[in-house]
């Protein structure tokens, strides 16, 4: 019983953590910005540094999710 409530607990810190991570990563495409400065982005390169570590976490995370998704599970059962 004790272990289902930290795993919940857990669970829904990296919920939050998840869509938090996934809404501080830029678009694909920057809309309206991304049309004006689009040109600036690809004459002086984009700065990659800090998207490659958002996309490094956020598949931790949605891992770490999915594992306690399934744990939770089976714990119901």
Request: proline share 0%.
């Amino acid at each position: 019983m004790v272990l289902k409530v930290v795993l919940t607990i857990i669970h829904v810190i990296l919920c939050l953590g998840l869509i938090a991570v996934i809404l501080l990563q830029s678009g694909r495409s920057a809309g309206l910005s991304g049309a004006i400065a689009g040109g600036a982005e690809t004459f002086f390169g984009k700065k990659k540094g800090l998207d490659e570590f958002l996309g490094k976490i956020t598949v931790f995370v949605a891992v770490a999710f999915a594992v306690t998704s399934l744990i939770l599970v089976v714990l119901s059962r």
